[in-house]
């Protein structure tokens, strides 16, 4: 049996729990599910994603999230269970868990996996440098725990019984101790960097931030959102919300729009999923334009302009 | 406030990850090195909290001698002294190297009311030491952190969801790993790199465990081969792409 930690946001489900539940099928056809909360807004989805039992670990810390109750309670099911292998999506919060579960097993854990077989040992691929690296590793372990990379593999639909199992997992003082107590910020009326399908992007070619008023001339055209680079934040001249890359926002938009970025690992890994990826940058052999399915050579001061004045007639086109 | 950070040496790779004959390592010869980026700002919250409510910073890193390079560097910023654990320069897997932060911890003998680090590393990426030695050191722990203050003995950490921020308060002392746009690092003074000079670096041994999570080899995954359209940078490229986003989608 494998045992999957499902993440959601007060009832929200985070979509990176299914492909974890894809990936557990795929190892063995015995998965279950276990959910720190009320499962009542997902259980259907977990179900039909192939969760024969779905575990809910119920205390009145798991009404926000509390990463090392719940941590714990994984790692109390899993004693209980003894499943060949805990898996969880490789988000913050994923391998936030699971390094709390590891930590209370005293057990390995592998985060961001592309492949995972089980065996003695157990054999891994996972991502290295953001994904720009891969390792293939093996994993000396009873018990393995390993998060899955995002994305890495389709969520896809299987019959599972969906059994609702409660259990009271027993935590200390401590392990409720950190949990949210505050909200800031409501959602803001735009589309957010990680949600938008277009991203218009620029790095060190803008030559400072007066420049990215065109970047957003461009993305409100296209109903996108504005993106830079890391050292446009170390700069000062965006705040760090904008940051796509490995320090930042990894983002898969349809569209992907970069103007004067080199294209170092450092921000391909927050970009190299986009499904299209344009490149406007002076120099020909930066990485970004090599990995660009569109490479405009040139001044960016000088085509933004003319581009946008495009764009903009093409819009206001029936 | 005695403020511990934990920092790792890592390749300034830039754009290209090129590996060893062996592919167990990436090929450093023809590269820099710098600190894992995270930590940067881990360094500088912890300077500026001292600066705040006085105390002193204290470096940790865990690797060979050459950490020496960047530790000078955190020094000339502000931080007070460093420890280097030394290994046999061999990669240790996540356990490992939280237990071996812990032994130095103890070593050292000094209490921390804080411990930083950085949420995850740039090289290996686990996103699990910090969690491990709060384990180790039976105290709570705040991941991912992108706004932090103290009072009264109280940390009050920010970590970003969407457009959102989340909100964690813990009592000192604590663990908290920390994410690049918590702060923006300043620049080491020449005053600043002159003292750095004279500030304590002292080693200390430690004995790696034997890896659970062992490394068989490192791979450059496969770019997708992209006919890569090349457009001028005028009218005709601007109306290439305008029907390029149209197919996309993007534009009505």
């Known amino acids: 049996m494998i045992l999957v930690h499902i993440d959601h946001d007060r009832g929200v489900l985070d979509p990176v729990s299914l492909q974890a539940l894809t990936v557990a099928r795929s190892l063995d056809g015995d998965v279950h599910a276990v959910v720190a909360g009320d499962p009542a807004p997902f259980a259907a989805e977990l179900a039909a994603h192939g969760a024969a039992v779905i575990h809910v670990a119920d205390h009145p810390a798991f009404s926000d999230f509390a990463p090392q109750a719940t941590g714990h309670a994984v790692a109390q099911l899993a004693e209980r269970l003894s499943p060949a292998a805990v898996l969880a999506g490789g988000t913050a919060r994923g391998n936030e868990v699971l390094a709390h579960a590891a930590a209370f097993l005293d057990a390995p854990l592998v985060a961001d996996c592309t492949t995972i077989t089980l065996g003695s040992p157990s054999r891994v691929v996972r991502a290295r440098w953001g994904g720009n690296l891969l390792e293939e590793a093996t994993v000396d372990a009873s018990l393995l725990l390993a998060t899955v990379l995002p994305h890495a593999v389709p969520a896809e639909p299987a019959d599972g019984a969906g059994t609702i199992e409660a259990f009271a997992p027993e935590l200390t003082d401590a392990d409720v101790a950190v949990r949210v107590v505050e909200r800031l910020g409501a959602k803001a009326a735009g589309v957010t960097l990680a949600e938008a399908k277009t991203v218009v992007s620029g790095g060190r070619g803008m030559g400072g931030p007066e420049s990215f008023s065109m970047l957003e001339d461009l993305a409100a055209i296209l109903g996108g959102t504005v993106g830079c680079s890391r050292v446009v934040t170390s700069e000062g001249w965006r705040p760090h919300a904008e940051q796509v890359g490995q320090t930042g926002t990894k983002v898969a938009p349809d569209l992907y729009i970069a103007c004067g970025i080199s294209g170092a690992t450092q921000h391909l890994a927050g970009c190299k999923n986009s499904k299209v990826l344009v490149a406007i940058n002076t120099d020909p052999t930066a990485p970004m334009m090599q990995v660009a399915d569109y490479a405009v050579v040139g001044d960016l001061h000088a085509f933004l302009p003319v581009l946008i004045e495009h764009a903009r007639a093409a819009a206001s086109q029936p | ?252």
Not at chain 2, 35 to 47: D, K, T
Not at chain 2, 216 to 242: E, F, H, I, S
Request: net charge negative; proline share 6%.
């Open chain 2, 1 to 252: 406030m005695e403020i511990l950070v934990c920092i790792k040496r890592v390749p300034a790779v830039g754009s290209a990850l090129i590996l060893t004959d062996d592919s167990m390592e990436v090929d450093t010869r023809r590269l820099g090195f710098q600190l894992s980026p995270h930590e940067e700002n881990a360094v500088e919250a912890a300077v500026q909290l001292v600066e705040l409510h006085g105390g002193a910073v204290t470096l940790l890193s865990l690797g060979t001698q050459e950490a020496e390079e960047q530790l000078r560097e955190q020094l000339a910023i502000g931080a007070d002294r460093a420890i280097i654990a030394v290994t046999d320069g061999t990669e240790p897997d996540p356990q490992a190297t939280a237990t071996a932060l812990v032994e130095a911890i103890r070593a050292d003998g000094a209490s921390f009311d804080l411990v930083l680090m950085g949420s995850e590393s740039a090289d290996v990426g686990g996103y699990q030491t910090g969690i491990r030695v709060a384990h180790a050191l039976g105290l709570p722990v705040v991941t991912n952190v992108k706004g932090l203050s103290v009072d009264e003995g109280v940390a009050r950490c920010e970590r970003a969801v969407g457009s959102e921020r989340e909100v964690f308060t813990v009592s000192l002392p604590a663990v908290i790993t920390v994410r690049d746009g918590l702060n923006i690092p300043r620049y080491p003074s020449v005053p600043g790199r002159i003292k750095a000079r004279k500030k304590p670096v002292t080693t200390h041994e430690v004995t790696l465990s034997a890896p659970r999570v062992v490394k068989q080899q490192l791979v450059v995954p496969p770019a997708a081969v992209k006919g890569t359209v090349q457009l001028t940078p005028d009218a005709a490229g601007a109306t290439a792409l305008v029907e390029a986003f149209r197919e996309i989608g993007v534009l009505s």
